[in-house]
C-alpha cells in the first residue's frame, strides 16, 4: 500500500493498515515502535505520524487508531508498549518514566524474533542483565554494539540480584540516591587505582588486556557493578549508616562491614585518602 502524503487523507481517521505488519517487543519505546513500523514499511516518519494524527507537538494516537494502522489488537499493543498502557494493563511491566530508563533490548533477544533494526525499551533500574543470554544491557549502553557478554562473570548477574532485594527493602527513592553515591565511590576508586584488582579482570575479559575505555563506558559500568551493588546496600542501611557516622568503635564496625560486603582487601590504613571515609565525612550526615 502506498501511503498518500495529501492532505486529504490525513483530515480523516486512519482506515488502512500498513501492509507489513511490525510486532511490538515487551517494554518497546512507543518511539522505537512507531521507528520500526516507519522502516519497515518505508514509510517516512513524518508521514507515519500524520497518517495517526500525531500532530506537533507530537501526542501518542488514539489506541483504536494504531491498531487499525498496525494490524495488532489494541490489548497486544497496550500491553506490549509502556506509553500505551492504561490503568488496568499498567501491571503488565515496566512503566514509562523514572526510575526506569530507556535502552537498547537484549541484542540476543531481538536477533532471535528476526527483528534486524535496534529496539529501545523501558529498563527498570536493576535491569543491568539478560539472564537468559547473560548480557550486560545496564548503565553506559546507548547501542546493542555496547551489550558485553557476562557468561565468564557470574557475579554481575548476583549482584542484579541483590540489586532487586535492596530496592524491595528500601523503595526506589532511597535505592536510588544510594545507587549514585556508590557509584561515585566505585569510579574513585578506579580512578585512583586502589582496591581495582577485580574490575580490571572484568574489564579485561570485556575488551582484553590493553584497550582504554572512559569512565561511562559500558564496561566500566560492568566491571564496577558488584562493588557498587554491594555499597549501595550499606549506603542505602539508615543502621549502617548511622554507625558510619558514629563513634571509633561504631565507625570501626561500619568499615568492617565494607571490607565483608565490598573488597576483602579492604584497609582502614589511610582513610584520609579513601572515597568512602570522604563520603562518611561530606554526605552521610546529610543522610542521617
Ligand atoms: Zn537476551
Redo the contacts with the bound molecule.
Sequence with gaps: MRIAVAGDLFRTRPRRALPRKVVPVHDETFASFLHRLALRNHVPGDVLHAYLGMGRPRRLPELTDLATVTGASQTVLSHALPELRDSASRHCGTTAGWPNQVRP?????VA?RGIVAPVMCWMRPEQSV????Q?W?GAGVTTAAEQLDLSRLPEISRAQRRHRRIIRRHGHQVTAEAFTEATDIVAAWTQNETYDAARRRRHEIFYGPRRATHLHSSGHYAAGYPETVALSSLIASAYWRSLAVGNGAAAARFYAEVQRRVLSDYTMDSLQHDPVSRWVARKAPRWI
Excluded: Q, W
Excluded at 105 to 109: F, N, T
Excluded at 130 to 133: A, F, G, K
Design positions: 533490548a537484549c541484542r540476543h533477544c532471535s539478560c539472564p537468559r543470554h548480557l544491557i
